[in-house]
């Protein structure tokens, strides 16, 4: 009887020093923002813009090496591109956005899952019983392939698996280029990724190899929409704002 009951305290310490490892890869950042290693996050979207990703891992050098006028190193873009950050069930933690830099600092460091990011907890839902659903609900995920619906599972494990989707890197770098806007608030998570799909959808088609004139014709096509507001009704985004045509002209001469 004495050596059931030492298992069973046994299996009580285990189990608790098990709860207590999870916890201790959640350092506390409530209110503030913390580091935490970059192979710790998980993708809460399919894919990434692989153009605008190695467009981002040229800059990271150029940071790196002195020449950026806005950073004096990697350490203070990090420092201002805080990842904001939910927790899941066995307190996994799930970033909501920033996928595309994280994607670029991953490949900068070749791989390298200890490399430190800053974090900021948006919610604890650990214990959420309808964590996914609540995700979705909040904007929190995007569960979507090129206009498919997935499951939580097929989402990348880690930001090293995140693939290629030559339409969102279309739209990124208009973005990037400064020709349009994000919307404010939560409405910018995924915000490109969602346009991306949605010009699959009005059947706008990119040429085999994206490249400065593709990215251009993209912002025409996006133009085009705004003006004529000719959005197919499976595209719930609102049109990008931006400059006008003219000015995205001369700003791309």
């Known amino acids: 009887m004495k050596k059931v009951g030492l298992g069973l305290i046994t299996i009580g310490i285990l189990l608790i020093l098990s709860a207590s490892s999870v916890n201790a890869l959640m350092p506390d950042c409530r209110n503030t923002e913390c580091q935490i290693s970059i192979g710790d996050l998980h993708p809460t979207q399919a894919h990434v813009g692989m153009y605008q990703v190695n467009y981002t891992v040229a800059w990271l050098k150029l940071i790196e090496d002195g020449k950026s006028q806005k950073f004096a190193s990697i ?3 990090l420092k201002q591109k805080v990842v904001p950050v939910v ?4 307190g996994k ?8 830099l994280l994607r670029a600092i991953w490949n900068y460091y070749q791989g390298n899952p200890n490399t430190k990011v800053y974090i900021k907890y948006l919610q604890n839902w650990e214990d959420k019983p309808d964590f996914w659903a609540a995700m979705q609900t909040n904007n929190y995920t ?13 989402l990348p494990n880690s930001i090293g ?15 990037q280029w400064g020709l349009f806007k994000q919307p404010e608030g939560e409405a910018k998570y995924f915000y490109e990724l969602k346009w991306g799909d949605c010009l699959q ?6 040429g085999k190899e994206l490249d400065r004139s593709e990215i ?4 025409a096509f996006l133009y085009q929409l705004g003006e004529t507001n000719n959005i197919n009704s499976a595209c719930s985004v609102p049109v990008p704002q931006g400059k006008n045509l003219d000015e995205i ?5």
């Open 161 to 175: 698996d995140l693939t290629d989707d030559p339409y969102r890197a279309a739209v990124g770098m208009a973005m």
């Open 201 to 206: 959808k009005q059947g706008f088609d990119l």
């Open 87 to 90: 927790i899941g069930p066995e």
């Open 142 to 154: 995007y569960l979507e392939t090129r206009g498919k619906e997935i499951q939580p599972s097929e």
């Open 216 to 219: 251009f014709r993209t912002i």
């Open 249 to 253: 002209t001369e700003e791309l001469d």
């Open 93 to 100: 933690l799930y970033l909501v956005d920033h996928h595309h």
């Open 75 to 77: 350490e203070e873009l």
